[in-house]
Structures are given as structure tokens and as C-alpha cells.
T-cell receptor
Framework: DAGVTQSPTHLIKTRGQQVTLRCSPKSGHDTVSWYQQALGQGPQFIFQYYEEEERQRGNFPDRFSGHQFPNYSSELNVNALLLGDSALYLC????????????FGSGTRLTVV | QQQVKQSPQSLIVQKGGIPIINCAYENTAFDYFPWYQQFPGKGPALLIAIRPDVSEKKEGRFTISFNKSAKQFSLHIMDSQPGDSATYFCAASLKGGGADGLTFGKGTHLIIQP
């Protein structure tokens, strides 16, 4: 039973560049949420996608955007990268909008230099 | 604004001991309180969760105690083992996370010594 799959696992980008991270949800899950985890901190909610629409959004600027595809997979895009965007980006999948029982992926480690 | 405060930041316990991790929340509208375990290089994994209508929940060696009036909840790990060494996060959400996602504490780095 495949869990949540994220790619790539590691990424190094230069300040000002743009990045796209990808997530395939757990089989049977239709909702994808993205979180940012800075070193030594708890994950912070970025946004949630359900039925190909952004349903909820945390306190993140518009440089952070996303997309959900008909097969429920999702992308996170970050434009105009800042050094402070360096973090572990986690994708979590679940069923519907209840939010119970999130399954997290192992994340993408983004380093901005 | 941190809505979930977690303590201690780090904890060392001997094998067989009972580590206790505490969390306090501010938003009385929270109605779902999960605990997650995270190993290095991995994403958080759900351990156990509780709703505010119960004061205690046990699953295997893990127990959540919940005090609604004090707006506090805690995780107890019975008969702790070296394999329990990990970072633990408490979290809280509105309506099970469907609105505004999960709000996490800053984490507790737990070491169980053999």
C-alpha cells in the first residue's frame, strides 16, 4: 500500500528562482494539504486542495501557490525564492475535508542559497 | 502567534520510564488534538488523537490526558523503549483540520536511554 509520495527529496535553488514540488496522495485519499517545516520547528499549514480547488490557506504570501490534478496529485509552487523559504515541505493526504487521519509524506528538503 | 505551546523542548528518559509531554492551547474552538511522531528524514506519523468530549484515551503504550478547563493535554508513553526516541509534536485543529489545517507545537526531542 503506497503511502504519500513526494518528489524530489532534496532540492537546492538560488534566491529569486522558482520551484515546483510534487505530491501523490495515499491510495483512496482525495485531499492534499501542504505544510512548511523549518528546522527545529513544527509544521506550518500552507494550504489545502480538494476537488482541484484551494479550500483553506494559512498565513503564507501569494508567492506560494498550488494545484491539484484530476488524479488527486498536487503541486506546490514557490516564486521569487527567499533564503527564509529553506525548509522541509511536507505533503499530507486525507479523505474529504474532515482533516482527520492525515498521512504525511517524507517531505522535500528545499535549500535556498 | 503560537496557538499551541509544547514543553519540554527536549527530554531524556531511561528505558522503561514514562516520558510526559505537555501542550497548552489558546483557541477554545479547537476540537481535535492529535499527537505525531517524527523520525529524522521522515514525515510526521499520527500516533493517537483525542476529541474534547473525553478526558483520556489509550492506544497501546500511548495515552493522551485532556483537561478542557485548563486547555491542556499531554502524552504519556508507558514502558518507553529506545525505539521511541524521536521528535513528538502535539497539534490542534478546528473541525478536524478541515478549516485552517493543523496547528502544531514546536516539538519535543525525546531520547530513551537503554
Amino acid at each position: 500500500d503506497a503511502g504519500v509520495t513526494q518528489s524530489p527529496t532534496h532540492l537546492i535553488k538560488t534566491r529569486g528562482q522558482q520551484v515546483t514540488l510534487r505530491c501523490s496522495p495515499k491510495s483512496g485519499h482525495d485531499t492534499v494539504s501542504w505544510y512548511q517545516q523549518a528546522l527545529g520547528q513544527g509544521p506550518q499549514f500552507i494550504f489545502q486542495y480538494y476537488e482541484e480547488e484551494e479550500r483553506q490557506r494559512g498565513n503564507f504570501p501569494d508567492r506560494f501557490s498550488g494545484h491539484q490534478f484530476p488524479n488527486y496529485s498536487s503541486e506546490l509552487n514557490v516564486n521569487a525564492l527567499l533564503l527564509g523559504d529553506s525548509a522541509l515541505y511536507l505533503c499530507a493526504s486525507s479523505v474529504g475535508l474532515s482533516g482527520y487521519g492525515y498521512t504525511f509524506g517524507s517531505g522535500t528538503r528545499l535549500t535556498v542559497v | 502567534q503560537q496557538q499551541v505551546k509544547q514543553s519540554p523542548q527536549s527530554l531524556i528518559v531511561q528505558k522503561g520510564g514514562i516520558p510526559i509531554i505537555n501542550c497548552a492551547y489558546e483557541n477554545t474552538a479547537f476540537d481535535y488534538f492529535p499527537w505525531y511522531q517524527q523520525f529524522p528524514g521522515k514525515g510526521p506519523a499520527l500516533l493517537i488523537a483525542i476529541r474534547p468530549d473525553v478526558s483520556e484515551k489509550k492506544e497501546g503504550r500511548f495515552t493522551i490526558s485532556f483537561n478542557k478547563s485548563a486547555k491542556q493535554f499531554s502524552l504519556h508513553i508507558m514502558d518507553s523503549q529506545p525505539g521511541d526516541s524521536a521528535t513528538y509534536f502535539c497539534a490542534a485543529s478546528l473541525k478536524g483540520g478541515g478549516a485552517d489545517g493543523l496547528t502544531f507545537g514546536k516539538g519535543t526531542h525525546l531520547i530513551i536511554q537503554p
